[in-house]
C-alpha cells in the first residue's frame, strides 16, 4: 500500500513538473527580464546584507570619547551612502521586471486560453458550466500570477538571503554562527506545530462555514417561499444553532492559528539572546568587536525571516500549480477538427439537405440518435415535434455543425458538411434559438451581427419586416440603445424579436428556429408568428415546433421520441396512423370540456 | 461600518484588553535595545561576563512577559471578533428575514448571500487585525521615538523628522494606489464580461462566425489591463526602495551624529547601537501597518455593505388582528356599516379598486383590480407574460403592499393582520417549485406546527397528535395527486429531499409543493402557475380533488392554459395590468377580445365550433 501511495505521490510529481516546464515555456519569451531580475535580486540581496557590516565597521569606530576616527566614519559612511542608493535602485528595477513578466505572462495565458475557446468543440463547453470556464480564464490565472510568479520572486530572495547571511556570518563568527543555524529551526518546527494542531480545527470550521452557507443559501435563496409559509423562527433557529457552533470552531481557528506569530517571534528573540550572549561573551574575551556583535544582531533579525516566508512559499506553490495545471488543461484542450485543405465554400446553398444513417449521442453509454435518415428538398418545411429531451435540440447542433455525427452523413446540396468550410456552412443557415443571446452593445450592433456592412436603411427594412421596428423606435435611444450583457432592459420577447431581425438582415437559404412560445405572452407570440411566417418564404427550414400552427402547415413532420425518428410525414398522413403523434396532438383537446 | 460595532458591545472588556495587552508586548519589545546597549556599555566595557549573564536573564524574562501578554491579547482579540461576527450574522439573519418582497427584489438573492458570508468573515478579520495591530504599530514606532528621545535629544530629532516621511511615502503611495487598483479591477471584469458572453453566446457567435472580432475584443481588454496593472505596479515599486533609503539614510546621520556625541562624551558606543536598532524597528512595524490599513478598508468597504442593508427598515408594518375567527367577528360587528357583505356573507377576498406599481417603475403593474370571492368559489386567472398575474395574487398574503386601493381577506384588510395570522390563512403555491433539504414529511410542515408537536422536537408528541398529523399529510398527498410516488418511496414520508429538491423530478417537486399549501389548511389556496410541469390528465385530477375538499378553500388558479381555468366561478382576463375581462368561460368568449385570442391560439380546432 506504502508502494501505492508512493506510486500516485510520484505521478503528480511528475504532473506538477510537466506544469512547471510550461509556466517556464511561457515565461521563456521574456527571458530577459527574467535574468535582469535574477541578477537584480542577487544584487539587491548582496547588498542588503553589506550594510549590517559597514554598520557594524562603523560602530567599531565611535568607541569613547577621544577614540573616534572620523576620517574612516566618514568613508564608510560614503560607501554606505552608494551602497544604499544602488540597493534601491536595483530593487526597484527587480520589482519593474517582475511585474513586467508576471503581467504579460497572465497577459499571454488568457489571450491563449480565450483563442483555444473560440476554437474547443461545443462537445467541451456544453459539457462544462459555463461559471468553470470564466474562472478557469479569470480567477486561475490571477492566483496563479500571484502564487506562482511572485512565490518564485520570493524563494528565490529568500534562499539568497539566507544563503548570503550564512557566508557573511561564517566569515565573521562561527561559533556565534552555530548559536544562529542551532535555535533558528525551532522557530520552524514549531509554526509547523501550530499549523498541524490548528488543520483539524480550520477544517471543522470550513465544515460548519461551508453548513451555513448552505442554508444561508436556502433560505434566504427562496425567502419568498420562507415568509409565504411563516417559517422565519423555525430557519433563525435552525441559522442559530449552526452559527452558535461555528463561532466555536471559528474562536479554536482564529485562537490557535494567531499563535504562530508571537511563538515564532519569541523563539527569534531566543536567537537573538543566544546571539548576544555569546557575542558579548566573546566580545569580552576579545573574539570579536562590539560592531561585529551589531552586525551579527541584524543578522539575527532578518535570518530567521525567509524562513518564514519560504515555508509559506511552498504552500501557495502547490495551490498556483493546481490552478496552472486547470488552465493549461484548458488550453491544451484537443479543438474541434481542422477543415480539409480543399474544403468546398458553400455559395447560396439551394437548401437540398439530407441526413443517411446518422448517429450520435453526447455520452457512449446512452445512445442518442441511431440510423437517422432524412431528405429534405429545397423550399421544404420540416416540422421536428416531441416530448422534452427527445433530441430535437440535438438535430440543431448537427446540422449546425456544432457537434460532429458519430456515424453516417449529413450533407447539402449533396456535399458533406465535413467537406465544407464551417464559416460558409453557417452563413447559409439562419438560427433563431429559445435562447435568445444578446451581446452587450448596441441594438444596432446586434443586429447586423451577420452583415456587418449593412446600411440604416437595411436594417430598419430588416427590423420593420420582423415587427421589432416599432420597439426599438421607443428605446431611450432608438438603435444606438446601448444594451448590457443578454439584454437586460429587454422583455423575453423583445429580445426573440431581435434575433430574428438579425437573422431577417442576412435571410441566408436554410432557416433553424426553435420555437419559444412558454415566456412570451400571447399578443407579441403572434407577432412573432407572423415574422417567422414571413422568413420561411421559399425557404429549407427546421422548425422545433410548439405552435400546431407550424406542424399542420409542415411539409414533413417528425416525430421524435427518445432519440429516433418514430413517425414521419405530414400532418394528415400522421394522424391517420393513429399513433404516439396523434396521441401527443390529441392530448392538447383532452381537458377542453 | 461605525453602526456594527454595537455588536461589539458584548465585547467591551475584550476589546479594551486585547489592543492593552499588544501594547504591553510592544513596551517590553521596545525595552530590547536598551537592554543591548547595557550588555554593550556595562558588560564588554567593563568585561564583566556575570553582568552579561544577567542580562540575558533579563532578555529571556523580557521575552516570555511579551509571549504571555501577546498570547492574551490573541485570545481576546480572538473572542471578541467571532463573538461580534456571530453576533452581526444572526442580526443580519434576523433582519433579511423580515424584508418585504419588494426589498428582496431590489436586493437581489445573490448579493444577500454575499452579504451573509464573505463580507461578514472579512469584517470579522478586519475586527481580529484591528484589536491586535491598529494600536500596536503606532505605539512601536512612536515609542521608539521616545526611546531616542530619553537616549539623546539630538539624535531623537532624527526620528521627528524621519517618522513623517515615511508616513507620507507609505501612505501617500497607498493613497494613490487604491483607487487605481480599483480601476485594475474594473478591467478584470471587462475581460470577465467578454469571456461569459462568449461562452454564454457561443452558438449565436459561431453561426455569425464571429470568432475572429471576439478574440479581437478580448485582446483589446485583456491587453488595456495589462497597461493598468504595469501602471499600478510601477508606482508600488517605487515604495520598498524609497523607504530603505531613508530608513538607512537615517541610519547614516544616526552614526555621523553618534560619531559627533561619542568623540564628546556625551552618549556611549551601546546607545548609538540602541538608536540604529530604534530605526530598523520602525521600518517593520510601518510596512506592518500599511498592510492592515489595506485590510481594514476592505473590511470597512464590506461592513458598510453589511451595514446598508441592515439600515433598511423592515418593509411592512405589521397590523394587530392576530387569528382569522376573532377577526370574522370582531369585524363583522366594527364594520356593520360597510356594504362589504353581499346576502349576509362577507367574502373572503375582496379586492377594491386596487392598484400597484412596483419601487423604481415607471408604470402601474396592476391597474384599478376590483373584484370579491366567497367562500368556496374558484378564481381563475389568465393573460401574457407580464400582464400582471403573479402581482395580483401576490397581494393577498401581502407579499408586496397595493398602491392604491385595498385588499381585504375576511373583510379586514390585510394590512390590519399581523403577517403571521394572514399568511396562516393562506396556501400558497409558487411558481417555482422550491423545496427545502430534509425529509418530506418536514417539508410539508413547513407552514403547520401541530399542538404537541414543535416540528423540531419530533420527540416530544403525544401518539394522538402524530396520528391527526398523519391523517392531514395524507389527505394532502391525496389531493395533491403525489401520495402515489411518495408511497413509492422506500421511506415514504422520511424520504430525504437533497438540496433543492434535486432528486425529484419537476412534476413531483410540483406536487409535493401543493401538498404543503393544502397542510395548512388554508382558507384561500394560491396556485401560481402550479401545474405547468404537470400533465393535462393530472392536472385535472388535482383540480377536480381540490374542488372535492371538505373544507374547499377559495382557490385561485393562476395559468397561461386555458384548461386550467375554463370551469372556474371567475375567470379574470389580464391584459398590461388591467382587467380585460372578468366572467364564466362562455361569457368571456362572447364578450372578450383577449380572451378569444388567448383560447384560440391554443384550440385553433375549437374556432369553427363556437362562430359557427
Known amino acids: 500500500m506504502g508502494r501505492k501511495t508512493d506510486g500516485a505521490e510520484s505521478a503528480k510529481q511528475r504532473g506538477q513538473l510537466a506544469t512547471l516546464k510550461k509556466v517556464f515555456h511561457y515565461i521563456g519569451k521574456y527571458w530577459f527580464f527574467l535574468i535582469f531580475s535574477i541578477v537584480c535580486a542577487a544584487v539587491t540581496v548582496t547588498l542588503t546584507l553589506y550594510i549590517p557590516i559597514l554598520t557594524g565597521d562603523a560602530i567599531d569606530c565611535i568607541i569613547a570619547p577621544g577614540k573616534v576616527d572620523f576620517t574612516i566614519i566618514f568613508r564608510i559612511l560614503k560607501k554606505m551612502g552608494i551602497v544604499i542608493g544602488c540597493t534601491a535602485l536595483s530593487q526597484w528595477v527587480m520589482s519593474v521586471c517582475n511585474n513586467k513578466i508576471a503581467y504579460h505572462v497572465v497577459r499571454d495565458i488568457r489571450r491563449d486560453a480565450f483563442e483555444r475557446i473560440q476554437i474547443l468543440p461545443l462537445k467541451y463547453l456544453d459539457a462544462h458550466p459555463y461559471g468553470e470556464i470564466v474562472s478557469r480564464v479569470i480567477a486561475d490565472v490571477d492566483q496563479f500570477s500571484d502564487g506562482l510568479i511572485m512565490g518564485f520572486t520570493q524563494l528565490f530572495t529568500g534562499v539568497i538571503t539566507i544563503l548570503g547571511t550564512l557566508f557573511f556570518m561564517f566569515r565573521e563568527n562561527v561559533g556565534i554562527t552555530l548559536v544562529v543555524v542551532c535555535i533558528t529551526p525551532v522557530s520552524l518546527f514549531v509554526a509547523a506545530f501550530i499549523a498541524r494542531r490548528t488543520y483539524k480545527m480550520f477544517k471543522l470550521q470550513s465544515e460548519t462555514r461551508g453548513e451555513q452557507t448552505a442554508l444561508i443559501d436556502e433560505m434566504i435563496g427562496n425567502q419568498k417561499v420562507v415568509q409565504a409559509f411563516s417559517y422565519e423562527d423555525k430557519a433563525l433557529s435552525r441559522f442559530d444553532e449552526i452559527n452558535e457552533r461555528l463561532a466555536k470552531y471559528s474562536l479554536n481557528a482564529t485562537f490557535f492559528s494567531s499563535l504562530t506569530n508571537p511563538s515564532t517571534r519569541f523563539v527569534n528573540s531566543l536567537v537573538y539572546t543566544g546571539v548576544c550572549v555569546t557575542g558579548a561573551l566573546s566580545a569580552i574575551r576579545g573574539g570579536i568587536s562590539v560592531g561585529t556583535l551589531t552586525c551579527f544582531l541584524s543578522y539575527a533579525n532578518q535570518y530567521t525571516k525567509p524562513f518564514n516566508e519560504i515555508s509559506g512559499v511552498f504552500t501557495e506553490f502547490q495551490n498556483a500549480l493546481a490552478c496552472a495545471a486547470r488552465i493549461f488543461a484548458l488550453i491544451e484542450e484537443a479543438p474541434q477538427p481542422a477543415e480539409p485543405e480543399h474544403a468546398r465554400v458553400l455559395k447560396d446553398a439551394s437548401g437540398r439537405v439530407a441526413l443517411s444513417h446518422v448517429a450520435f449521442s453526447y455520452v457512449p453509454e446512452r445512445k442518442l440518435i441511431e440510423d437517422l435518415n432524412l431528405r429534405v428538398e429545397s423550399g421544404k418545411r420540416v416540422a421536428i415535434v416531441g416530448p422534452t429531451g427527445c433530441g430535437k435540440t440535438t438535430i440543431i447542433n448537427l446540422l449546425m455543425r456544432f457537434y460532429d455525427v458519430d456515424a453516417g452523413s449529413i450533407s447539402v446540396d449533396g456535399t458533406d458538411i465535413r467537406e465544407i468550410t464551417r464559416k460558409s456552412l453557417r452563413e447559409n443557415y439562419g438560427m433563431v434559438l429559445q435562447e435568445t443571446w444578446l451581446k452587450a452593445g448596441t441594438v444596432r450592433e446586434n443586429i447586423i451581427m451577420g452583415k456587418p456592412d449593412a446600411t440604416d436603411e437595411e436594417v430598419i427594412a430588416a427590423a420593420k419586416a420582423a415587427h421589432s421596428h416599432s420597439f426599438i423606435k421607443r428605446l431611450p435611444e432608438g438603435y444606438d440603445t446601448v444594451l448590457s450583457e443578454d439584454g437586460g432592459e429587454l422583455s423575453q420577447g423583445q429580445k426573440q424579436l431581435l434575433c430574428i431581425t438579425r437573422v431577417m438582415l442576412c435571410l441566408p437559404p436554410m432557416l433553424i428556429l426553435d420555437e419559444a412560445t412558454s415566456s412570451i405572452d400571447t399578443r407579441t407570440e403572434i407577432r412573432i408568428q407572423k415574422a417567422f411566417a ?29 432519440g429516433h425518428i418514430i413517425e414521419q410525414g405530414n400532418h394528415k398522413e400522421l394522424l391517420s396512423q393513429n399513433g404516439f403523434y396523434a396521441e401527443l396532438y390529441n392530448s392538447q383537446f383532452v381537458m377542453s370540456e | 461600518m461605525k453602526k456594527l460595532l454595537v455588536y461589539l458591545k458584548d465585547y467591551k ?62 485570545y481576546f482579540s480572538a473572542k471578541a471578533a467571532v463573538g461580534f461576527a456571530t453576533k452581526l450574522r444572526h442580526t443580519l439573519f434576523a433582519h433579511m428575514q423580515k424584508l418585504s418582497f419588494s426589498q ?90 467578454i469571456t461569459r458572453g462568449n461562452l454564454t453566446g457561443v452558438r449565436v457567435l459561431r453561426a455569425f462566425h ?23 505596479g510601477r508606482i508600488s515599486a517605487v515604495m520598498n526602495p524609497v523607504t530603505y533609503v531613508i530608513v538607512n539614510g537615517a541610519t547614516i546621520a544616526l552614526l555621523w551624529i553618534g560619531a559627533v556625541k561619542v568623540d564628546g562624551g556625551i552618549l556611549t558606543q551601546g546607545a548609538v547601537m540602541a538608536l540604529v536598532n530604534y530605526m530598523s524597528q520602525i521600518l517593520v512595524e510601518l510596512v506592518k501597518l500599511a498592510n492592515l490599513i489595506i485590510t481594514v478598508n476592505k473590511a470597512i468597504a464590506c461592513g458598510n455593505r453589511i451595514g446598508n442593508v441592515l439600515e433598511i427598515e423592515a418593509g411592512l408594518t405589521e397590523g394587530t388582528v392576530e387569528s382569522g375567527e376573532a377577526a370574522d367577528g370582531k369585524a363583522q360587528s366594527d364594520r356593520a356599516e360597510e356594504p362589504a357583505a353581499i346576502g349576509g356573507q362577507i367574502p373572503v377576498v375582496e379586492f377594491a379598486h386596487v392598484s400597484l406599481t412596483y419601487p423604481g417603475a415607471g408604470a402601474e403593474s396592476l391597474t384599478d383590480i376590483h373584484f370579491k370571492a366567497m367562500k368556496g368559489e374558484t378564481i381563475g386567472i389568465i393573460g401574457g407574460t407580464g400582464s400582471g398575474k403573479t402581482s395580483l395574487v401576490n397581494l393577498i398574503p401581502r407579499f408586496y403592499e397595493a398602491t392604491a386601493g385595498c385588499v381585504k381577506v375576511d373583510g379586514v384588510p390585510v394590512a390590519e393582520y399581523s403577517l403571521r395570522a394572514l399568511r396562516e390563512k393562506i396556501g400558497v403555491v409558487p411558481q417555482k ?37 398523519d391523517e392531514i399529510l395524507r389527505e394532502a398527498l391525496e389531493i395533491s395527486q403525489s401520495a402515489e410516488f411518495v408511497d413509492d418511496k422506500p421511506d415514504g414520508l422520511e424520504t430525504q429531499i437533497s438540496q433543492g429538491g434535486k432528486n425529484l ?50 382557490v385561485f388558479i393562476v395559468s397561461q392554459r386555458a384548461s386550467s381555468i375554463l370551469s372556474a366561478d371567475t375567470i379574470i382576463v389580464l391584459d398590461d395590468g388591467e ?29 369553427g365550433e363556437v362562430t359557427a
Do not use: W
Not at chain 2, 510592544?26 to 544577567?54: C, H, M, Q, T, W
Not at chain 2, 481588454?221 to 496593472?229: P, V
Not at chain 2, 372578468?582 to 374556432?607: A, F
Open chain 2, 433 to 469: 417549485a422550491v423545496l427545502f433539504k430534509g425529509t418530506i414529511r418536514e417539508n410539508l410542515l413547513m407552514g403547520r406546527e401541530f399542538a404537541g408537536r414543535p416540528a423540531d422536537t419530533a420527540e416530544g408528541n403525544t401518539s394522538a397528535g402524530k396520528e391527526a398529523e
Open chain 2, 210 to 232: 464571429k470568432e475572429e472580432e471576439e478574440k479581437k475584443e478580448f485582446a483589446g481588454g485583456n491587453d488595456k489591463l495589462t497597461a493598468m496593472q504595469m501602471f499600478v
Open chain 2, 579 to 607: 382587467v380585460a375581462g372578468m366572467g364564466t368561460h362562455e361569457e368571456l368568449l362572447q364578450n372578450c377580445e383577449v380572451y378569444q385570442e388567448i383560447y384560440y391560439s391554443q384550440y385553433p380546432d375549437k374556432r
Open chain 2, 104 to 193: 428582496m427584489d431590489k436586493m437581489g438573492t445573490a448579493s444577500m448571500i454575499t452579504r451573509m458570508t464573505s463580507d461578514v468573515n472579512q469584517v470579522q478579520n478586519g475586527v481580529n487585525m484591528v484589536l491586535r495591530l491598529f494600536l500596536r504599530s503606532p505605539f512601536i514606532v512612536f515609542g521608539a521615538m521616545a526611546m531616542a528621545f530619553t537616549i539623546d535629544v539630538g539624535a531623537a530629532l532624527v526620528f521627528v523628522i524621519v517618522i513623517p516621511l515615511l508616513s507620507v511615502v507609505v501612505f501617500g503611495i497607498m493613497l494613490i494606489t487604491i483607487p487605481l487598483y480599483k480601476r485594475v479591477q474594473a478591467g478584470l471584469d471587462k475581460i470577465l464580461g
Open chain 2, 13 to 74: 472588556k475584550e476589546t479594551v484588553l486585547a489592543p492593552l495587552f499588544k501594547m504591553l508586548e510592544a513596551s517590553f519589545e521596545l525595552l530590547i535595545p536598551i537592554v543591548v546597549k547595557l550588555i554593550v556599555d556595562v558588560g564588554i566595557a567593563n568585561e564583566a561576563p556575570r553582568y552579561v549573564g544577567r542580562m540575558c536573564v533579563v532578555m529571556i524574562l523580557l521575552g516570555v512577559i511579551g509571549l504571555v501578554c501577546s498570547i492574551t491579547a490573541q
Open chain 2, 505 to 554: 423530478s419537476g412534476g413531483q417537486k410540483q406536487r409535493l409543493t401543493i401538498a404543503r399549501a393544502l397542510v395548512k389548511q388554508p382558507e384561500i389556496l394560491i396556485l401560481d402557475d402550479s401545474a405547468s410541469a404537470l400533465d393535462y390528465a393530472t392536472d385535472l385530477k388535482l383540480r377536480r380533488a381540490i374542488h372535492g375538499m371538505k373544507k374547499a378553500p377559495v
Open chain 1, 534 to 562: 414571413k422568413m420561411m418564404e421559399g425557404r429549407t427550414s427546421f422548425v422545433i415546433a410548439h405552435r400546431l400552427s407550424t406542424i399542420v402547415d409542415a411539409d414533413t413532420i417528425l416525430v421524435m421520441k427518445d
